[in-house]
C-alpha cells in the first residue's frame, strides 16, 4: 500500500460535483492551512493540517510549505499525433496570404497528413511522447488525443495505435477518439462519398477497440450537417462517445447537431447560436471552448459567453493542440485567454480546465477535483494563491505534478 501525506498547503483550490458545472452555478472551494491523505492512489482524506498531522502521523509526509495545490488540468480536445511542422505557413499568414493560397502550395491540413503518413508508428510515438511531456510540466495530468491526420484507413489506424502505446509512455491518462471525419483527404477529392462509405463501413467498425470516442469536423470544407448524420448514425450504432467540432467559423447548427445525437460535447462554437446552445443545455452537452486556437487564427469574433451563461452550458477549455492553428501546451495558456479573450471569470476558467474538463471525456466521475474517492492528480504550484495563474500569465507556477498519488515531476528535475 502507497500511502502520502500532503500538509500546510497554503491553497487547497476545487470545485466540487457529481455532474458538470453550469457556468451561473460555478463555486471553487478554498481550504486554508490544508492536508490531503492519499492511499493507492486515491484521495482519502482532506482537512486542517493539524488535524490530519496527528491523524496520520506515522504516514509519509510532503510539507508543502504554504504553497498552493490545485487538481490536475485535463485537456479534453488535443490532435498529440502527427509529424512535420508548419512554422513556415505561419509566416505566410503573418504576410497575408489566406488559406486558399496555402493550400496551392501545398500547406494546410494536407501537409500534416502528408508528413505522418510518411511518419513510422514508431516516430509518431516518440513525438507524442514528447508533447505529452511538455504538457506534464505544464500541469496537465490527463490528455483526450484524437487521430485524423491519417484520412486513410491504414494511417488512421497508425494513429490510434500511437496513442494506445502513448498511454505506456507517459504518466498521464490518454483518452482516445477517432476522428477520421476530419475532412475528405486530397486523395479523395473526387471520391467524397467513397470516403464517406469507407468511413462508415470499415473504419468505425473497425476502430471501435481502439477509441473510446469519435469525432466530426462540420464546416465548410469539411462535412456538411447532412453528412455527418449519416457518420454519426453508424458511429452510435457502434457505441461510440460522440463529440462534434461545431460551429467554428460558420453557424452550420453543429451545436445542435451535437445535441440530437446526445453527444458528451460539441466543440470550438466560436459562431453558435441561440437554438444550438438551447438544444445542448437540454441534452446536457457540455460546449468546449478553445481559445487558444481562435486566438491563433485571428478570428474575429468569440463563443458567445453570455449565452453560455443564460442557457446553462457547461464550459469547459483545450488546448486543441495541433501544428496548424494551436501549436500550445498549456491548459494556463488556454486559462489566461478564456478570461481575457473570451470574457470568462477565474472561476469559469478554474472549472472549464478541471472538473468540467474531465466530465467532456467522461472521467468527471474519477478526475478533475480534490475529492475523497477521486485520483490524486495534484498540481503544487509555487505561489501563494491560485489566482496567480491569471494575475501571472506567461509563468509557469507548477513545481510538483502528482500523478495517481506519484510525483511524476519536478520542476528541475
Known sequence: MSELLITHIGELVTAKGEKPIAPLDVRLEVLKDAAIYVEDGRIVDIGPSEELSKKYREKFTLDVDGRVVIPGFVDPHTHLVYAGCRHEEFLMKLKGASYTEILKRGGGINSTVRSTRAALLDELIELAERRAKEMLAAGTTTIEVKSGYGLDYENEKKILLAARELERKVPQDIVITFLGAHTVPFDYRERREEYIELLKSRMLPDFRSLAEFADIFVEDGAFSPEEARKILKVAKEYGYGIKVHADQLHDLGGGGLAAEF?????????????????????????????????????????????????????????????????????????????????????EEAFIAATLNAAFAINRGNISGSIEPGKKADLLILDTHSWVHLFYEPDRNPVEFVIKNGNIVYERGA
Open 262 to 346: 446526445h453527444a458528451i460535447s460539441a466543440e470550438h462554437l466560436d459562431f453558435v447560436s441561440d437554438e444550438s446552445l438551447e438544444k445542448m443545455a437540454e441534452a446536457g452537452t457540455i460546449g468546449v471552448l478553445l481559445p487558444t486556437s481562435t486566438f491563433f487564427l485571428r478570428v474575429k469574433g468569440s463563443p458567445p459567453v453570455e449565452k453560455f451563461r443564460k442557457y446553462g452550458v457547461p464550459i469547459a477549455l483545450a488546448t486543441d493542440h495541433n501544428p496548424g492553428t494551436s501549436p500550445y501546451y498549456s491548459m494556463q495558456s488556454a486559462m489566461v485567454m478564456g478570461v481575457f479573450e473570451f470574457g470568462l471569470t477565474p
